[in-house]
């Protein structure tokens, strides 16, 4: 739960960020609209890792259970709520196709125009906002009791929703970002685009828990935290796979994506990425009062989020020629994170009272 | 002839409730030395008989994986840059990405080896024989009894008031076993 005073004034902050980053959005527009539209893909990308991360927990957690789910569920809700603002945040990108992607004005060589065509690619993106929005609904308002999940009769729309999930953030991950160059392809590609969002959405929540759990909430926060750091490994182990492989086969279709990334400047948000998304977390991580803190925790997230806002420039930003002004990037994370947090704060609130009435009236019908 | 020596007094219990309770009203009266065995782990008992103690194995292991993750490193550089340096492809010699997978592998087995050996020392294995086992049917420790021993060498140790509060906790049988 929140007190009122810090909901209040994180409104405030988040309405001013919003105000800061539309007007950087405005002027970067007037200056340099090619770019704002490439600044847009990134942000999105890496928002949508909230809901998504989010809905993934809560359908894990239908076939696993786990305690931590009584600290973790309206945290989670709040993050599932914001699924249709952030599918359709795609929408500001994705008027403008041509100043993303290649393939929409394809060189006679390329083979694989079947799939990547504009209807298709709008088709298919129609098809990701409706399932994902969705399994947001069963997630949020299936029969579930506190920590208890799902009632086992439903339990195989769970398991049937991770795996139509894999699927879909797969093809999400080859339509937006690997598209971008379109000769390029790794079949890691979709796990390390799943890592990502995975840990950008637990990230999150597991920073509210950490700045808001009372001390009797501690193990849940330690579990959550535990979660956190097995995902992180697994996004450094995919991640790295990806680079052994393509770094040893040397070959001319691949290894240009990497040259792109690593020769140039772009370098630096790799650093980042991998240092704050895996290595101080890792280390911070590893012992059991490294995983009760809450200061460690909290920090430990905040790191995890600016290195996967780091890591979605990092997949999007250099594979254009001209490079555009950093301060537009950051104004389009500002202006989609602000109207994601106040949605947040917003179901959060909604939520928290909501228990706080039921226990109100068990406490009262108790005494 | 000498008296032998105590090595401790051993109440059997039926349950583990018992045991557990029995273990916490001695803790809270200030023994120390106080073991049990059991069939089964029991849910918190640990934190009854050595509350918030820490143990050194996961220290061990950690310390073992920096080692053999320094020790794979090594013996992969050692080799291709210094030993026996190879143009494979026109890489560089020390190529990190591709000594990354041994190094893992490397530090992998140490830690595990440093926690195995480490968890026998911890049991102070090998170790064929312990007094214990000479307490009246110990061998259904293992199968459907509980046993609380209290170790002669607690400095409050006090065969009648042990044997009270054991059977007070009712304990099926208390007997006192030779070192």
């Not at chain 1, 080859?174 to 959405?201: H, K, Q, R, Y």
Request: proline content about 5%; glycine content about 8%.
């Amino acid at each position: 739960m929140i007190a009122d005073r810090s909901w209040a004034r994180l409104n405030l902050a988040a309405l001013a960020v919003l105000v800061l980053g539309i007007a950087g959005c405005v002027v970067g527009v007037i200056l340099d609209a090619a770019w704002f539209f490439r600044a847009w893909l990134a942000t999105f990308i890496f928002w949508l890792g909230l809901p998504l991360g989010g809905l993934t927990l809560v359908l894990v957690h239908d076939l696993s259970g786990g305690g931590w789910m009584a600290t973790a569920r309206p945290l989670l809700n709040a993050a599932i709520i914001t699924m249709p603002l952030a599918t359709l945040a795609g929408i500001p990108a994705f008027v403008a196709l041509p100043e993303l992607y290649s393939w929409t004005h394809p060189a006679p060589s390329l083979g694989n125009i079947f799939y990547l065509n504009t209807d298709a690619f709008l088709l298919r993106y129609a098809v990701y906002i409706v399932l994902w929005n969705l399994l947001a609904a069963f997630a949020l308002w299936g029969p579930r009791e506190d920590a208890e999940p799902i009632a086992p009769a439903l339990s195989w729309i769970s398991g049937l929703g991770l795996v139509l999930l894999a699927f879909s953030v797969s093809f999400a991950s080859i339509d937006w970002v690997m598209s971008l160059e379109p000769t390029f392809w790794s079949s890691v590609f979709m796990m390390t685009a799943g890592a990502n969002w995975f840990n950008t959405g637990l990230a999150f929540v597991l920073l509210a828990v950490a700045l808001t759990a009372p001390i009797s909430r501690r193990d849940h926060m330690a579990d959550l935290a535990a979660i956190l750091l097995a995902t992180t490994i697994f996004w450094a182990y995919v991640e790295f796979c990806q680079f052994l492989i393509i770094w040893e086969e040397n070959l001319k279709s691949e290894i240009p994506w990497y040259l792109l990334r690593i020769t140039t400047p772009w370098a630096r948000a790799l650093f980042i990425s991998v240092g704050l998304g895996f290595i101080i977390p890792f280390f911070a991580l590893l012992a059991q009062p490294g995983k009760r803190s809450r200061a460690v925790v909290a920090a430990v997230c905040a790191l995890i989020l600016i290195g996967r806002v780091a890591q979605a420039w990092w997949l999007v930003l250099p594979e254009f020629e001209k490079t555009g002004p950093l301060w537009l990037d950051v104004a389009a994370i500002f202006v989609l994170g602000a109207l994601v947090l106040l949605l947040f704060l917003w179901a959060w609130r909604y939520a928290a009272s909501l228990t706080a009435g039921t226990l109100q009236i068990r406490r009262a019908g108790h005494g | 002839m000498s008296e032998p020596r105590l090595f401790g007094l051993v109440g059997r219990f039926a349950s583990a409730d018992s045991l557990t309770d029995a273990a916490r009203q001695l803790r809270s009266l200030g023994y120390r030395e106080v073991e049990a065995y059991t069939p089964y782990p029991i849910d918190g008992l640990d934190e009854v008989l050595r509350p918030r103690r820490r143990t050194w194995l996961p220290l061990l292991m950690f310390i073992g994986a920096v080692f053999g993750a320094v020790w794979g490193y090594f013996i992969q550089a050692w080799d291709e840059v210094l030993n026996y340096p190879i143009n494979v492809g026109g890489r560089p010699h020390n190529s990190w990405p591709a000594f990354v997978v041994g190094t893992f592998e490397f530090m992998v087995l140490c830690a595990i080896a440093a926690g195995f050996f480490g968890l026998l020392a911890s049991c102070r294995l090998p170790r064929l024989y312990h007094p214990i086992f000479a307490a009246d049917d110990f061998d259904r420790a293992s199968v459907d009894r509980f046993f609380l021993c209290v170790g002669a060498r607690d400095p409050s140790f006090d065969p009648r008031r042990i044997r009270r509060l054991f059977e007070r906790h009712g304990a099926e049988r208390v007997s006192e076993v030779v070192a």
